[in-house]
């Protein structure tokens, strides 16, 4: 039993992670609902670069993996707010429907042995806690 715990200890941190961000992007965190998305294209293996924009990213998924571009657009919308608008500009907009329906395409995009791989051993848990700072304000 406890092997097992083990084994699923890694899928429960980010399961927890992932609970986390999701609440906080229903409440306008856009930094929260981009560090979700990065997160979920690490775990299953798609790739990002910190050479792109968010806007560079969102048009890649949108024309190499079919997501909506309604969904992405609200998702780079709200980081490119976060980033650089005025800080009286702050929106509470929920974005976890778009986050959601983003997140839920990407999954349907890859194999069903990646959506599993990426459950119980997700690579966005070995990258750098730094990644995971908020955007400016």
Do not use: F
């Amino acid at each position: 039993l406890a092997v097992l715990a083990a084994l699923l200890l890694p899928a429960l941190v980010r399961a927890s992670l992932r609970v986390m961000r999701r609440g906080r992007a229903r409440d306008g965190d856009a930094a929260a609902a981009w560090t979700e998305l990065t997160s979920a294209l690490i775990d299953l293996g798609l790739q990002v670069s910190d050479a792109h924009t968010p806007r560079m990213r969102g048009h890649a998924l949108v024309r190499d993996r079919g997501i909506d571009a309604e969904a992405m657009s609200a998702l780079v919308d709200a980081v490119e707010r976060a980033s650089y608008a005025r800080s009286t500009a702050a929106s509470s907009e929920d974005l976890a429907a778009p986050l959601h329906e983003v997140l839920d395409q990407l999954r349907r995009s890859v194999s069903w042995s990646e959506r599993l791989r990426a459950t119980l051993l997700p690579r966005s848990l070995l990258r750098s806690r730094n990644a995971d700072l908020s955007l400016p304000a």
